[in-house]
């Protein structure tokens, strides 16, 4: 059976078993989860540029893992998940080692999770990539809500943040690409989590130091902490859009600059190729055929121009390499860059970073130059590129219709 058409009947089977089967107070461990965990996974995939039975598997597994809800518990629901997609790919005569790789998968997600191949590691990390993307208060909420519905566990917003704490803390993700793309997101929930709870204790010890005092100082002081929190959590959030945003925005510079290297290598390839051609066969048999010098000059200075243009569209840029501490006290270095700091000293550069991140203004002024400048670059690259696939396209129409021309002058009358 076609991958697509099996993941797809796969979908609407699982759908449908979600929508049929499975307790609406499932407010988390529901569809909408499993197709986060799909989309997680496929990035994942991607990433590794996973292939073949290994990605056909852990996308199954993606599908399948939570299926085992509908028996109505969470208890050994992975084991129960093994049998559902173990009975639907039989039916569907899928292969026995893709089945067993769906199998071991599944299982690798029951906790404390222990993945021991690539496709496991991948869906525990994406079982739990909530942790590391904005998401993470939503479906926080989410799980308690299903906690309080389904096994009538009520758990304070105290006791449940320090559960969090204590999971976050003890958590890992095993991929890459989890600990570079999610865990740095994770770490700023842990953090704010932290800084919460270190700020409840306080408000506590405030409120009962205040209850001596008489309750109008009481309602003052707790008017006071609310509105402070008010602040901390709005200038929270806006910290962790910034970061988003830049952290979006530098992966969209990077990836355009690759491709912008990949097609460009393409041109230098398919150029290289044709002048070797020419110059291999085609020049050696000039002397025979006169009327075809002409063009065979064009296309050789067509494809050495879309070579020369190509080749300028990757060529590297390096600047001095050096800065001051006058540089750094005043702003004007950007040491988010390589080429502004590759020739001095560690200690220096040391200095140098500490002093900007202990300066807000200075830290987002060099974030916003970093993109400004790969932007300026980008706009190069793609500007010499698409001059080169310009030389090529219209420089191969004008020496194929020369060629032409001279095979029609050159006949025989």
């Given at each position: 059976?076609n991958?697509?058409?099996?993941?797809?009947?796969?979908?609407?089977?699982?759908t449908?078993?979600?929508?049929d089967?499975v307790?609406?107070?499932?407010f988390?461990?529901?569809?909408?989860?499993?197709?986060?965990?799909?989309?997680?996974?496929?990035?994942?995939?991607?990433?590794?540029?996973?292939?073949?039975q290994?990605r056909?598997?852990?996308?199954?597994?993606?599908w399948f893992?939570?299926?085992?809800?509908?028996?109505?518990?969470?208890e050994?629901?992975?084991?129960e998940?093994v049998r559902i997609?173990?009975?639907?790919?039989?039916?569907?005569?899928?292969?026995?080692?893709?089945?067993?790789?769906?199998?071991?998968?599944?299982?690798?997600?029951?906790?404390?999770?222990?993945p021991?191949s690539l496709i496991?590691?991948?869906?525990?990390?994406?079982d739990?990539?909530?942790?590391?993307?904005?998401?993470?208060?939503?479906?926080?909420?989410?799980?308690r809500?299903e906690?309080?519905a389904?096994?009538?566990?009520?758990?304070?917003?105290?006791?449940?943040?320090?559960?969090?704490?204590?999971?976050?803390?003890?958590?890992r993700?095993?991929?890459d690409?989890g600990?570079?793309?999610l865990?740095?997101?994770?770490?700023?929930?842990?953090?704010?989590?932290?800084?919460?709870?270190?700020?409840?204790?306080?408000?506590?010890k405030n409120?009962?130091?205040e209850?001596?005092?008489?309750?109008?100082t009481v309602?003052?002081?707790?008017?006071?902490n609310?509105?402070?929190?008010?602040?901390?959590?709005?200038?929270?959030?806006?910290?962790?859009?910034?970061?988003?945003?830049?952290?979006?925005?530098s992966?969209?510079?990077?990836s355009?600059?690759?491709?912008?290297?990949?097609k460009?290598n393409i041109?230098?390839?398919?150029?290289?190729i044709v002048?070797?051609i020419?110059?291999?066969?085609?020049?050696?048999k000039l002397?025979?055929y006169?009327?075809?010098?002409?063009p065979?000059?064009?296309?050789a200075s067509?494809?050495?121009?879309?070579?020369?243009f190509?080749?300028l569209?990757?060529r590297p840029?390096?600047?001095r390499?050096t800065f001051?501490?006058?540089?750094v006290?005043?702003?004007?270095?950007?040491?988010?860059?390589?080429?502004n700091?590759?020739k001095?000293?560690?200690?220096?550069?040391?200095?140098?970073?500490?002093?900007?991140?202990?300066?807000?203004e200075?830290?987002?002024?060099?974030?916003?130059?970093?993109?400004y400048?790969?932007?300026?670059?980008?706009a190069?690259?793609?500007?010499?590129?698409?001059t080169?696939?310009t030389?090529?396209?219209?420089?191969?129409?004008?020496a194929?219709?020369?060629f032409i021309?001279?095979?029609?002058?050159?006949m025989?009358?």
């Open positions: 059976m991958e697509e058409i099996l993941l797809q009947d796969t979908k609407q089977f699982v449908g078993l979600f929508e089967k307790n609406k107070a499932f988390f461990h529901n569809v909408r989860h499993t197709q986060t965990v799909v989309k997680a996974v496929e990035d994942m995939a991607l990433y590794y540029q996973l292939s073949g290994d056909l598997a852990v996308l199954l597994a993606a893992h939570d299926t085992g809800y509908s028996r109505g518990s969470a050994s629901h992975e084991e998940s997609a173990e009975s639907y790919l039989e039916k569907k005569e899928i292969s026995p080692s893709v089945i067993d790789k769906v199998k071991s998968s599944i299982r690798a997600t029951k906790m404390p999770q222990s021991a496991e590691q991948i869906i525990c990390d994406a739990l990539s909530h942790l590391g993307t904005d998401d993470f208060d939503k479906e926080s909420k989410l799980l809500k906690l309080a389904v096994y009538n566990k009520e758990i304070s917003k105290k006791d449940w943040r320090k559960e969090n704490i204590q999971f976050f803390q003890s958590h993700y095993f991929t690409y600990r570079t793309r865990e740095p997101v994770k770490q700023q929930h842990l953090l704010e989590m932290l800084n919460r709870e270190k700020e409840k204790d306080t408000e506590t409120k009962k130091g209850t001596l005092k008489g309750p109008e309602t003052v002081k707790a008017s006071d609310v509105k402070s929190e008010k602040d901390k959590l709005k200038e929270s959030r806006t910290e962790r859009g910034t970061a988003t945003m830049f952290r979006i925005m992966d969209n510079h990077v355009l600059s690759q491709m912008a290297d990949s460009a041109m230098i390839s398919v150029n290289t002048l070797s020419l110059v291999s066969v085609l020049f050696g002397q025979y006169p009327q075809f010098i002409i065979t000059i064009i296309l067509v494809c050495l121009g879309a070579i020369i190509a080749i569209a990757t840029n390096i600047t390499g001051s501490k006058d540089d006290q005043q702003k004007k270095v950007n040491l988010l860059f390589f080429g700091f590759h001095m000293d560690l200690p220096d550069y040391d200095w140098a970073m500490k002093e900007m991140m202990n300066d807000r200075y830290l987002y002024g060099s974030m916003i130059k970093d993109i400048f790969l932007g300026k670059v980008l190069k690259k793609y500007e010499r590129l698409r080169s696939y030389v090529f396209m219209y420089g191969l129409i004008t194929i219709i020369a021309i001279a095979a029609i002058i050159g025989p009358s």
